[in-house]
């Protein structure tokens, strides 16, 4: 029968593959009737130089194939999304590119990366080393009581150096004003500060608030020459004894 054997020249369904060397069509439409853009590819022609893509899910990969038949051997080089294009770029860009707003993982720039200049960080900051070109910035807060720089562990206040207020961190001698510059040292009292010069060391203060130095002490104007030996110095820096290394 002809119905069973030949397709109609308009409105024929074929239910099997089919073979052309050349196919002229206006649109490839994959589901609906021909008012329907779910999934669909309109061609351009005379007066319509442009291509339309019609995608209900918005994504459109692009795939390199290796094996056949089968998608098993299938690579994503990239997709377009809603987003935009979604990987690589190779060649020349020219224009002005759309400021990211998430990196790969979805997660917000702005909220979760730091400017190379002029970054803020509002908590604490963990690395193997950091290098400022001018000055870094470690801001301790109104209240006085949080920032600092800490040299182990995650707290200033055990080993580090940080601005307090005094009412927090407490007054000493003549430092009787509003703020100060601390310095902590935790575990022994014979654990300390040490200052090196040329690779020697020449002073020293110790957990307990013992001072030593090397080299001459200047007290109201007065040098005093320690060179070999330890001056004593009570809370109101009178000698009290020598003590020779």
């Known amino acids: ?48 130089d442009h291509m339309d893509f019609y995608e209900y899910g918005g994504v459109y990969n692009f795939y390199k194939n290796t094996g056949h038949p089968g998608t098993d051997s299938a690579t994503l080089l990239g997709k377009i999304t809603t987003n935009g294009w979604e990987g690589n770029v190779v060649g020349n860009l020219t224009g002005t590119a759309s400021k990211a707003t998430a990196d790969g993982n979805g997660l917000n720039i702005a909220s979760n990366y730091a400017k190379l200049s002029g970054a803020t960080f509002t908590g604490a900051v963990t690395g193997t080393s950091f290098a400022a070109s001018n000055y870094m910035t470690v801001n301790s807060g109104n209240s006085g009581t949080a920032g600092g720089l800490a040299l182990y562990g995650t707290t200033p206040t055990s080993y580090g150096i940080a601005m307090r207020n005094t009412s927090n961190g407490g007054k000493h001698g003549y430092v009787q004003g509003d703020w100060g510059i601390y310095n902590y040292m935790s575990g022994a009292t014979n654990r300390g500060f040490v200052w090196k010069a040329a690779g020697t060391n020449v002073a020293s203060i110790s957990g307990e608030g013992h001072v030593v130095f090397n080299g001459s002490v200047t007290i109201g104007g007065n040098a005093t020459n320690t060179s070999g030996c330890r001056q004593e110095f009570d809370a109101d820096l009178k000698c009290l004894n020598f003590v020779f290394n």
């Open 1 to 48: 029968m002809i119905s069973s054997t030949y397709a109609k020249l308009s409105g024929a369904t074929f239910t099997g593959a089919i073979t052309v060397p050349t196919m002229k069509v206006n649109s490839i439409i994959n589901e609906g009737g021909s008012t329907q853009y779910t999934h669909r590819i309109d061609f351009g022609g005379i007066g319509s």
